[in-house]
């Protein structure tokens, strides 16, 4: 065999390390299925939040140790779509939505679809997009806020009722739209793991699990919340700045137009 039909080989297999987190993702992602099923709301809460982690991990270890693919990229869009797409849809049904009827189902679906399409066009903008920003809610940001009104309303023995079943209405539906959304999220993409951080950053982290294990049902929820209604007001800063900025520049124009006309009427 040449040297040349070395080098052209395809190779076999794949990377273990980075593919292994994501299928313990996937893991979490199916055991909160399992568990919605089963009325173990508070487990398939927590599995969420762990396929969650695990999600945040996969990439980043790839990257740490240079064992990124084409296959792990797939693999990680599909086990996504498990565990923050049919997983929070599921559990949210069989928690609050089903005694809704007809609506219930309609809730969980507009999400499912919404985190489908949400990963989709994800995947088609890799590279392009910038890194700064997300383009619509990100899916595990979508799936923690279910996930975190799922185990508070459980933690606090929430009873099933109307107003049960449309604060979970409201919540999946918006979660669905806002995923599919125009609206900016940043991304902390920007942040180097690896690099030099100042002191404060270590102190803020420390306090942070600090403040999630008071009570971590209602610190997660009210912090992805907060996450989620973050988008369309920083996208309408944005746009209110953008409006202003424009405006400024009309303004400049238009005097400086004024202060040349007297000039050319002198000159005539």
């Known amino acids: 065999m040449t040297d040349t039909e070395k080098t052209t080989k395809p190779r076999r297999g794949i990377y273990l390390l980075p593919n292994l987190v994501t299928t313990v993702g996937l893991f979490a992602g199916f055991y909160a299925i399992i568990s919605a099923i089963e009325a173990k709301f508070e487990p398939a809460a927590v599995a969420i939040f762990i396929a969650m982690i695990m999600d945040g991990l996969d990439g ?4 740490i140790t240079k064992t990124e ?42 999400y499912a679809a919404g985190a489908a399409l949400r990963l989709a066009r994800f995947n088609t903008q ?4 910038d890194k700064r920003y997300f383009q619509g809610l990100a899916s595990p940001a979508a799936a923690a806020m279910i996930a975190g009104l799922v185990w508070l309303g459980t933690d606090l023995t929430w009873e099933s009722g109307l107003d049960k079943s449309i ?20 991304s902390f993409k920007q942040f180097d793991i690896r690099g030099r951080v100042p002191f404060i950053v270590i102190v ?38 953008r409006r202003e900025e424009r405006q400024q520049k009309a303004t400049t124009s238009v ?4 202060v040349e006309t007297p000039a050319d009427s002198t000159n005539e």
Not at 255 to 258: G, L, R, T, V
């Open 60 to 63: 980043r270890i790839a990257r």
């Open 167 to 186: 604060v979970a209405f409201i919540v999946t539906l918006a979660a669905g739209v806002l995923m599919v959304s125009n609206f900016r999220y940043q």
């Open 255 to 258: 005097e400086a137009d004024a």
């Open 69 to 110: 693919s084409d296959f792990g990229a797939e693999y990680d869009s599909m086990a996504d779509m498990v565990s923050f797409g049919l997983a929070p849809a599921l559990v949210a049904h069989q928690w609050a939505l089903s005694s809704l009827g007809k609506l219930g189902w309609l809730a969980a679906f507009v």
């Open 204 to 241: 803020g982290l420390m306090l942070a699990i600090a403040v999630i294990y008071l009570h971590p049902p209602i610190v997660l929820f009210a912090g992805f919340f907060l996450y989620a209604i973050s988008g369309p007001i920083d996208t309408l800063l944005h746009l209110k700045q």
């Open 126 to 129: 890799v590279g392009i997009a």
